[in-house]
T-cell receptor, first 117, second 114 residues
């Protein structure tokens, strides 16, 4: 069965610090997709990134970067020079195809990140 | 512009009431999803519709009844709910491209059952 573990329940840092959110996954599929979503207090899940299992290149988008390591089944997310607006709950997710055209997302329990001014 | 909208945003209902949650996607997607997010559990998939056909029913109690009249609209009909059904209900949509799809979520309906 698919499983996603986010061991850090809550993280609190001071603004401008770098912070890394950990994500470890389990799957028997050879082809799969990993995601990160951000959930601000408003409740909406905001898509941040999708990574497929064949692409282990790290990705950087502004202050955000992602480190995908298949050997350790990890897909970690780093925020550089954190800002108060980064405060949210962050979810890592793994996709499981149901049928052609639809997938099921298996979510981790989320990491609540608080950036203090 | 919001790609996926949900109404109402907040709902309080008694256990004997009947209500419906509505989701609309403006992204031209062909799959829609209902998820439940409660305080003590991770996000749980409830239902999946692909091309208006239900393809997944994740052991959800029959007091929740989904409806997908077309690829842009998804409803969740609620009746005789229990207090433990209080949660944030999130709708999402996706479009399969090259074997991968990204689900885009609405803002959710926060449901309280008294």
């Amino acid at each position: 069965a698919q499983k996603v573990t986010q061991a850090q329940t809550e993280i609190s840092v001071v603004e401008k610090e770098d912070v890394t959110l950990d994500c470890v996954y389990e799957t028997r599929d050879t082809t799969y997709y990993l995601f990160w979503y951000k959930q601000p207090p408003s409740g909406e899940l905001v898509f941040l990134i999708r990574r497929n299992s064949f692409d282990e290149q790290n990705e950087i988008s502004g202050r955000y970067s992602w480190n995908f390591q298949k050997s350790t089944s990890s897909f970690n997310f780093t925020i550089t020079a954190s800002q108060v607006v980064d405060s949210a709950v962050y979810f890592c997710a793994l996709s499981e195809r149901i049928i052609q055209g639809a997938q099921k997302l298996v979510f981790g329990q989320g990491t609540r990140l608080t950036i203090n001014p | 512009e919001t790609g996926v909208t949900q109404t109402p945003r907040h709902l309080v209902m008694g256990m004997t009431n009947k209500k419906s949650l509505k989701c609309e996607q403006h992204l031209g997607h062909n799959a829609m999803y209902w998820y439940k997010q409660s305080a003590k559990k991770p996000l749980e998939l409830m239902f999946v519709y692909s091309l208006e056909e239900r393809v997944e029913n994740n052991s959800v109690p029959s007091r929740f009844s989904p409806e997908c009249p077309n690829s842009s609209h998804l409803f969740l009909h609620l009746h005789t709910l229990q207090p433990e059904d209080s949660a944030l209900y999130l709708c999402a949509s996706s479009q399969d491209r090259d074997g991968a799809d990204t689900q885009y979520f609405g803002p959710g309906t926060r449901l309280t059952v008294l």
